[in-house]
Structures are given as C-alpha cells and as structure tokens.
C-alpha cells in the first residue's frame, strides 16, 4: 500500500513536471489576445473595480504594463477576483497567468505550492486599526482584544506571534472576505482590524466614517506584496519580472509616460537601452524591442503608477518611505538593463 501511494506521487510529480517544462504561458496569452490577472476582490489602492468593471490600482497597472509589453495595448487584460484562501489555486487551474493581489512572499508559499514569486510591487507590514473611541495609542493596549482577521493569510500568523511575544491574550475571529471582516469590524464585532498597513489606510477611508478609526503605529511584520506566476515557465517569470524592473529603471532614468516620446532622442545610453533606440532587449524575452517604451508610454514608470494609485496623488496619499528608489534611500532597485 505504502508502495503503491508512494508510486502516485512520483508520478503525480512528474506529470506536474512534465507540465510546467513544456508550459508556454507567453504563447497561451498572445493567441487568446489578453492577459488573465488574479486579483483580489477589491482592496482600495491595489485593486477596485469602478461602477462600469474599470479596474484600478497599483497591481492592476502592473498587469496592464504585462499587456502593454506583450500587446501595445494596457486594455488586454482580464482581471479574475478570488479571496485571500483561494488565490493559489487560481494559478495552479491556469484560470490566469499572473496574480498581482496583496500576496506577501514567504518561504513556504514560494517552496510548497508549485508557485514562484515575481517581484515586491509594494514592500508592507501588518498594523492595526481601531475605533478612536477606545482611545487606544499602542498595539501593546489590545491585550484581551477581538481582532477581525482575514482567512488564509499571513495576517492571522503574524499576530498570533506578536501577541504570544508580548505575553498578550487575544481573541482572533477570522472571515473567509474581506466584506465581512471590516463589516463585523465596523459593527463592533472585533476591538481591532489587523492587515497589510496599506490595504488598512486604503481601506479605512472606504468606512462610513472614516475618522472614527485610527492606525495604531506598530509594524509588527514585512509584507513583501508580489506578483506571482507559475513555477516551471522561466521564460514567463522573466516577463514578469523584466516589466516590473522596466518600470523602476525609467523612474531612475527619468523616463515618464508623459516625456517618453522626447526620450526616443536621449543621447543617455541607458535611456536608449531601455527604449529600445540601441539594442534589442525584448526579443530574448519573445517581445518586441520597444516593449519598455509601450510600458512607460501606456501605464508609466513605477513613480507614476505609485503616486497615482496609494502615493500622494491618491486619497490615500501614503509616502514612498522603503519604497522609495534606492538611489533615494529606499529599497526599489532594478538590476541594470544592458
Ligand atoms: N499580504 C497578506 C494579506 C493578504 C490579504 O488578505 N489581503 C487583503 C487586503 S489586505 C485582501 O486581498 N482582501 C481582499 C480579498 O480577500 O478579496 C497575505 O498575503 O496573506
């Protein structure tokens, strides 16, 4: 019996290897004519959907800049929603090609499930909410409090280590959507909200009123929110991964959707580089040599979407902090296109 089991998962694996090795997601995307994009149900700043199904927010247009190198067209895309416990399964079924939804790399998530993260669209950590009637300044006062959480996150085990290196007790009432989770919240069900500090400043602003809730000011983890892809396709991962580092080489260089067009002239050899003017850097990836201009020239560089999305062009008007550009003290940094 053992034998026998243990010949099903050899073979299981090996089909599963089979599979990704001859796995062509770039020939998929481009003979169905968009991109599929796993994103979340709505978290403000990420991902919404507007009254007419127009998606925004800052994982949005990072697909949309996967459609502009691929197709000339951000519009190629097709967002899919799933809730935090389920998003996984979404890639393995190939219902899409790439998932951009608040999804923190962890080891295990990156080893276990068959999946490889791309790249940090967003570098977090988790916080708290409250409601400013309980006057409450610090996490280190939730000691016997109810906190709202989300299912199938790293949420739920972030606090359950904060609270036991605290010495503290807390009572953890979890919810399959978000929906649920800030409408118990909001109901009083639960003392506290605790996520991704971004998703909790976007999301606070979305409440009746929003200034009945404040942030606590710890940062009780790191939440590196990347984009996803299939393990086994290494030439889809690049894709993934040369995009997004595209859109942090043109905020380095200078490069906005706005001056692009000018730019095709730049004397500079690492702008020329990254437009395609000198050398052909998309077709080793099976694009087109001008696919880093379609980026920046349809969604912009990583400034851009940014600012517009969580940064302070947004209502939620969150800083750069560690996102900021290396350069300017922060962590973003592409390794150099040449
Ligand atoms: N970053 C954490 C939390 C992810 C998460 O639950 N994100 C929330 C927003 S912070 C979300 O996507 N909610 C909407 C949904 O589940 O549809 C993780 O990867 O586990």
């Not at 010949?7 to 998929?28: N, R």
């Not at 971004?198 to 009780?220: F, K, M, Q, T, Y």
């Not at 983890?221 to 299939?230: A, D, H, I, T, W």
Request: proline share 3%.
């Amino acid at each position: 019996m053992k034998k026998s089991l243990f010949g099903v998962a050899i073979a299981a694996s090996l089909a599963l290897t089979a599979t990704a090795a001859f796995a062509d997601t770039l020939a998929d995307v481009k003979a169905r004519g968009h991109l599929l994009c796993g994103v979340s149900e709505g978290t403000a700043g990420f991902e919404t959907p507007d009254a007419n199904n127009e998606w925004s927010g800052i994982d949005v247009d990072y697909c949309r800049a996967i459609a502009a190198a691929i197709f000339n067209d951000a519009k190629a895309v097709r967002f899919v929603t799933s809730n935090s416990t389920v998003r996984w399964q979404q890639l393995g079924s190939r219902e899409v090609d790439v998932l951009a939804r608040t999804s923190t790399w962890t080891m295990t998530r990156d080893t276990t499930l068959g999946l490889t993260f791309v790249a940090p669209i967003y570098y977090d950590g988790q916080g708290f909410m409250v409601h400013k009637e309980t006057g409450i300044k610090s996490a280190l006062e939730l000691g016997g409090a109810t906190l709202c959480i989300e299912a199938g996150t790293t949420t739920e085990l972030n606090a359950a280590d904060y609270f036991a290196a605290n010495n503290l007790e807390y009572n953890p009432v979890t919810f399959v959507t978000q929906d649920e989770a800030y409408k118990a919240y909001e109901e009083g069900r639960c003392d506290a909200f605790t996520t991704d500090r971004s998703a909790l400043a976007g999301n606070r602003l979305l409440l009746a009123v929003p200034d009945d809730h404040v942030l606590l000011p710890e940062v009780i983890s790191k939440e590196p929110l990347s984009s996803v892809v299939r393990q086994g396709d290494d030439l889809w991962f690049k894709i993934a991964r040369w995009v997004f580092n595209a859109q942090l080489e043109a905020e380095e260089l200078g490069v906005s959707s706005a001056n692009v067009d000018e730019m095709l002239a730049s004397e500079n050899p690492g702008v020329r580089r990254l437009l395609g003017v000198e050398g052909d850097f998309g077709t080793p990836l099976g694009l087109t040599k001008d696919w880093a201009y379609q980026v920046i020239k349809l969604v912009g560089n990583y400034a851009e979407i940014f600012d517009r999305n969580v940064g302070a062009g947004s209502p939620i008007g969150l800083e750069r902090g560690v996102n900021a550009l290396w350069k300017d003290g922060g962590i973003q940094y592409a390794p150099p296109i040449r």
